[in-house]
């Protein structure tokens, strides 16, 4: 059940998405959140569900993966779905009770859904195709102006960095706790929410004891490594801003141009 | 100077849990030569991961002195040269990658270095290929298995071009084909690239391999030699809770048990067979 859990992962490539420069990859990322927001009809969200479906195809990661990335925000999406359902007035098409059903309500449900899915998705195409580092130093150099108000911005990359590394190794961790504890006749699955919940208690004390004796001893090796934070470091790899890049820079400007404008005539 | 590390008089005295002191190393000389390979052997507690951390500063001497290449560990100015010269391999090789991806883990230290990206590339492409994972450049780190993590963790330091590595029981988490894959590259960084090598292992079998032997009991030196010299005092090692290796303790167990009076100096497999076929059949030997 835990290796469902994609959000956060890195799937190597050699695809153009992997390739693209991990700073314009963040800049679009956040223009796309915005034009997400901005689009309201559903020409606009075709639109847009096209360029984050041909990202998908170009970058090459296996379409099972980014469904199964999905599985964790069922609930949220079928939540909100089900909210805007029944909560938003406009002609009433069925009533039962309290509650109404729209047309407006099934166009904006399904719009939500939408958008939420797309959201969702095209966030974790950032990460699915940059690994962490290069996601960290792309983050690095975008916010580095603020190193001269001395916002701790190397530090905040290297913690986000090794947070994702451990990612794996602490859910594999989890796993392997979760099957002791049931060997010892732990009981995870019967029980009200409560007691369900205090259940957990046996995994979390010895999964927050590993971790700790984990940063512990990573701390000690990075220094052994000559790590002494930002103090004259440079990277293997230099990022360069290519020519595809301003290829996929400027397509990815137009399609979400494209996608305000729509969605300023409600398209 | 020929000696890359030397410690003086070391005596560590740490507070246990319970605020009473215990001493984890009681005077301790050892002086370790370039280009030697060293194994320091001991049961648990005997403070050998402890004096491994004086190598690198990592700890430093409530009593006495290291020198690493001449430079006093307590002298925090350099400190940083220090782990310049003496790189470390710890035992999880989970806890010591940095990177999601093998290269760039690889990349670690000599990006804190600070040196130029190109020659990085080179570097690392080199590192890699020494301990045979140049394949594996773009994988994740925790997709691999023990033996080829433990490999990258190596790849990582060498890269950094150390004189010395020390290994503090590189293999203690890892199964017998991990094992053998990671001492055979420990033993490549000796013979092949000239890198000191301190091994700090329990296991014998990997000792035998190294130039020389230091068994560490209760926190002072017991005995050092060459492993020949160390291994053939089966009752020595015994009193301090040390098996020998299993070719030797077959033929002192023979001798002992049917008065038999034959060298137990096998330090492999087949020194010991040809031993027992010497025995057994005199006249079919040689």
Not at chain 1, 84 to 99: M, R, V
Not at chain 2, 144 to 159: C, E, M, N, Y
Not at chain 2, 171 to 188: F, H, Q, Y
Not at chain 2, 220 to 230: A, D, F
């Amino acid at each position: 059940m835990l290796r469902d859990i994609t959000i956060g992962q890195y799937f190597p490539g050699t695809s153009v998405v992997h390739r693209t420069d991990p700073r314009l990859k963040l800049v679009l990322v956040i223009a796309m959140i915005v034009t997400l927001f901005l689009a309201s009809g559903p020409v606009s969200y075709a639109l847009l569900a096209l360029y984050i479906l041909s990202v998908i195809k170009i970058s090459g990661i296996q379409p099972k993966m980014v469904v199964r990335g999905l599985k964790p925000v069922v609930f949220i999406v079928a939540f909100t779905a089900l909210l805007n359902l029944f909560y938003t007035p406009g002609t009433e098409l069925w009533s039962f009770g309290i509650l109404h059903i729209t047309d407006q309500g099934i166009r904006v449900a399904i719009l939500m859904v939408v958008r939420i899915l797309l959201l969702i998705i095209g966030t974790s195409m950032l990460t699915y195709t940059t690994s962490p580092i290069e996601l960290t130093d792309g983050l690095e150099m975008l916010l580095s102006p603020f190193k001269k108000v001395h916002l701790p911005v190397h530090e905040l990359a290297m913690m986000m960095s090794i947070a994702l590394r451990f990612i794996p190794t602490l859910i594999e961790e989890t796993e392997k706790i979760i099957a002791a504890q049931k060997a010892r006749g732990a009981d995870f699955e019967s029980g009200n929410l409560v007691q369900r919940a205090r259940a957990m208690v046996p995994i979390l004390v010895p999964l927050f004891i590993s971790a700790f004796r984990r940063a512990d001893e990573l701390a000690i090796a990075m220094e052994c490594r000559l790590y002494r934070g930002d103090v004259g470091r440079t990277r293997m790899k230099q990022m360069k801003f290519g020519a595809v890049d301003a290829l996929t820079g400027t397509v990815s400007v137009i399609v979400f141009a494209a996608v305000i404008v729509l969605g300023r005539f409600g398209w | 100077m020929s000696e890359i590390i030397k410690t003086e008089a070391l005596r560590y005295v740490y507070q246990t849990a319970e605020g009473g002191q215990k001493v984890a190393l009681d005077g301790v000389d050892l002086s370790i030569a370039r280009g030697e390979f060293v194994a320091v052997l001991g049961h648990n507690g005997s403070g050998k991961s402890t004096l491994a951390s004086h190598f690198n500063g990592i700890r430093l001497p409530t009593g006495g002195a290291v020198y690493v290449d001449s430079m006093d560990t307590r002298d925090p100015n350099r400190l940083y040269d220090i782990r310049k010269t003496c790189a470390m391999v710890f035992q999880n090789p989970d806890n010591q990658i940095v990177a999601t991806v093998v290269e760039e883990d690889v990349a670690f230290a000599l990006e804190n270095l600070g040196i130029p990206p190109d020659e990085i590339r080179r570097r690392v492409d080199d590192a890699l290929k020494a301990v045979g994972m140049y394949e594996f450049r773009r994988h994740a780190p925790h997709k691999l298995s023990g033996g080829q993590k433990q490999r990258v963790a190596i790849a990582g330091v060498i890269a950094m071009m150390p004189r010395c590595v020390i290994f503090d029981e590189p293999t203690a988490m890892l199964d017998p084909s991990g094992r053998k894959e990671v001492m055979r590259v420990i033993r490549d960084l000796n013979s092949r690239l000239g890198i000191t090598v301190v091994l700090i292992t329990h296991h014998m079998d990997e000792a035998v391999q190294a130039g020389r032997v230091i068994v560490m009991h209760a926190g002072k030196v017991l005995m050092q030699g060459t492993p020949r010299e160390i291994f053939t005092q089966v009752d020595a090692l015994r009193e301090a809770s040390l098996t020998v290796p299993q070719t030797i303790e077959v033929l002192f167990d023979l001798n002992n048990q049917i008065g038999s009076d034959l060298p137990i100096d096998a330090l492999t497999v087949d020194e010991c067979a040809d031993i027992l076929e010497g025995y057994l059949r005199p006249t079919a030997a040689n």
